[in-house]
C-alpha cells in the first residue's frame, strides 16, 4: 500500500502528502523508498516552481521513525542511510519547499519540515527535537541556522514540545492557520512564489545553500546518524532485532 500521496496542480506545484494516518505519518522503509523516489523524480522536472510536503491527516505531518518496524541490525543501518539520503535530498532540493506543519511534527518530521525553505503552522503544532532524550546525534544542522546556538541548544537539549506560538516566535513559521486550513495556506504562499521566474528563485536557493553551508552541516550530521545506528546504540525501535 502505497505511503504517500502525489498531486500535480497546474501553476507547476507538487503536493506530496505523507499518507500513514495510523502511526501519525511515522517513516517506515517503505515510505523512506517512496519519499526518495519522488524527490530524485521532481528534482530533475525543470517545469517544478514549488514542492509542498503535506498530510492526509490533520493529527500529525511526520511523528518521526517508525519505532514498531520489525527490523534487524543491517536493515536499521539501511533505513538510517534512507534517513540520511532524505534529509540530504530534501537540502539540495533545486526548487522552492514547504512544509505542513500540523499535529506532530517531531524527530524526523522535524528533521523534514526545518530542512524545507519555508514552513505553515497549524494551531495544533506540536514541534519535537527527541535526538537527546534518545541518544541520537541529530538536530543541530537544520535547527540552527533557523533559531540560532543558544535556542537551538535549547530545544534539542530538553527534547521539550514547541506550539504554534513559540514557533512563530522564533521565526520558524512564514504563515500560521488552523489545522483544516494550513495546507490551503501553504499552497497559497507556493501560488506567490511560482509567480517570480523559477530560474532566478532556483538561483537565488542555490545561494542561500552556499552562504549558509548547509550542504556540509547535513552532510556531517547525516555521517554521524549513520554511524550512530551502525555501531552505537541505534534507534529504539520495538522490533530491533540484534
Not at 86 to 110: D, K, M, Q, R
Request: hydrophobic share 45%; proline share 5%; with cysteine.
Amino acid at each position: 500500500m502505497a505511503a504517500l500521496s502525489r498531486e500535480r496542480l497546474d501553476d507547476g506545484i507538487e503536493v506530496i502528502r505523507l499518507d500513514r494516518p495510523d502511526v501519525r505519518n511515522a517513516m517506515d522503509t517503505a515510505m523512506l523508498a517512496e519519499l526518495g523516489s519522488a524527490l530524485t523524480e521532481l528534482a530533475a522536472d525543470d517545469a517544478l516552481r514549488a514542492l509542498v510536503f503535506s498530510t492526509t491527516s490533520e493529527r500529525a505531518l511526520c511523528a518521526g521513525a517508525d519505532v514498531g518496524e520489525q527490523l534487524d541490525h543491517a536493515a536499521g543501518v539501511a533505513r538510517m542511510e534512507a534517513f540520511a539520503r532524505l534529509y540530504a535530498a530534501v537540502e539540495a532540493f533545486p526548487a522552492p519547499t514547504i512544509a505542513v506543519c500540523v499535529g506532530n511534527v517531531v524527530g524526523a518530521g522535524a528533521e523534514l519540515a526545518c530542512g524545507c525553505d519555508l514552513r505553515v503552522g497549524g494551531d495544533n503544532l506540536k514541534l519535537v527535537f527527541p535526538g537527546a532524550r534518545l541518544g541520537v546525534p541529530v538536530g543541530p544542522a537544520r535547527l540552527v541556522p533557523l533559531v540560532g546556538l543558544g535556542k537551538a541548544k535549547e530545544l534539542i537539549f530538553t527534547g521539550r514540545v514547541v506550539g504554534v506560538d513559540e514557533a512563530d516566535a522564533l521565526g520558524l513559521l512564514a504563515r500560521r492557520a488552523t489545522p483544516e486550513g494550513a495546507e490551503a495556506a501553504a499552497l497559497q504562499l507556493a501560488r506567490e512564489i511560482a509567480a517570480h521566474p523559477p530560474e532566478g528563485l532556483r538561483h537565488l536557493k542555490g545561494l542561500f545553500r552556499a552562504y549558509e553551508g548547509t550542504e556540509d552541516r547535513v552532510a556531517r550530521e547525516n555521517a554521524e546518524i549513520v554511524e550512530f545506528q551502525r555501531t552505537g546504540g541505534g534507534l529504539p525501535y520495538g522490533g530491533v532485532k540484534r
